[in-house]
């Protein structure tokens, strides 16, 4: 059996943040934002990235399009080490993978009109084509994304955010792209309108053989759109498998406590089910735990966590990152 391209891929992935450059190493400050992130996004799938806010999700999905340069280790775009790309050899390649960013109202210019929006890539990539060949995609594409043509001469104060985050959706699909990396295109949008995005992204995927990252915090998004799921906390990852296995099977505390906070439309389930509630607040990235970040929280935790770092264990197509074998799972 033939195995899917990989398109995009991280080892150990990292990016600090300085606080401040002391002359002194010991009194320096640094935010692990990502600490050592290993990933593979195959052609043609969705990787779902979840986690609670300040996990480090955003960054990692600026840092896999070098919208931000990482601090350390590998990554690589179809094959090429995409740390090597230089300024203009990377902004050519920024038509191969494109971003829908978290509020839509914030990344669309006001001073432009949505048409205006949508074909600015267009201008900076394919400048040979005419006016016409530029309005004509502008308006297939909104066509696309469930927007009138009629509209296109319209500003984005004009539209509601669910409209507005599908003109960001029609903007990162203009040049139809290979990859899109969704950075929790629905959080600022209300429950109503969330489901709509998401099923339209869902179809624009089939249609158009797009490959996805969606990075939410809510777990219920990334269920019903992933292939794959990766866990995140503090930087670091948890859990990566199949969405089957992690939503089904969990076997990290801290995916279980995740799953078990989703909202259950069920009255009855709702009430009798079993929340694992997580001890104490998010440790700061400035200062985190050793041995195993989610030590601080974790039900299971034993002092051999606070001395070691987690391996990674389990099956090929689900892995757990604990300091204790879990479920009878193998290392890799």
């Known amino acids: 059996m033939n195995q899917p391209e990989v398109l995009l891929s991280a080892r150990d992935l990292k990016v600090h943040f300085a606080i401040n ?25 969705t990787l779902g990235i979840v986690g ?7 960054t990692l999905a600026r840092a896999l399009l070098r919208l931000i340069e990482p601090t350390g280790g590998e990554l690589s775009w179809k094959g090429q080490d995409m740390r090597g790309f230089g300024k203009q050899e990377l902004a050519n390649k920024r038509r191969e993978f494109q971003m829908v960013f978290q509020d839509p109202s914030a990344c669309l ?4 009109t949505i048409s205006e929006c949508i074909a600015e890539p267009l201008l900076t990539h394919e400048p040979h084509l005419s006016r016409q060949e530029v309005e004509s995609r502008v308006i297939a ?17 004009e539209f509601s955010g669910g409209q507005c985050q599908r003109v960001g959706i029609a903007r990162a699909l203009i040049l139809k792209p290979d990859l899109v990396v969704c950075d ?4 600022a949008l209300d429950v109503s309108i969330q489901a709509q995005v998401i099923n339209l992204l869902d179809d624009l995927k089939q249609e158009m053989g797009l490959t996805l990252v969606m990075i939410a915090h809510d777990l219920s998004v990334v269920r019903h759109i992933s292939d794959r799921v990766m866990v995140m906390y503090l930087g670091k990852p948890m859990e990566v498998g199949r969405y089957d296995k992690v939503f089904d099977d969990a076997q990290h505390p801290y995916t279980k406590a995740l799953l078990s906070a989703v909202p259950i439309a069920h ?49 090929p197509d689900h892995h757990i990152f604990c300091t204790h074998t879990l479920l009878g799972s193998q290392p890799l």
Do not use: W
């Open 21 to 45: 450059k002391h002359i002194l190493p010991s009194k320096r400050k640094v935010v692990k934002a990502v600490d050592g992130i290993d990933l593979e996004v195959f052609r043609g799938e």
């Open 184 to 187: 929790e295109p629905v959080s």
């Open 141 to 157: 594409m909104m066509d696309k994304v469930g927007l009138l043509a009629s509209q296109r001469n319209r500003y984005p104060h």
């Open 267 to 315: 009255p009855t389930l709702a009430r009798n089910r079993d929340i694992q509630l997580l001890p104490g607040d998010l440790p700061s990235p400035l200062n985190p735990p050793s041995g195993c970040v989610f030590r601080t929280r974790c039900p299971s935790a034993t002092d051999l966590c606070g001395q070691q770092k987690p391996t990674r264990s389990g099956l």
């Open 52 to 58: 609670e806010s300040g996990c480090g999700k955003s």
């Open 109 to 112: 210019n006001p001073r432009l």
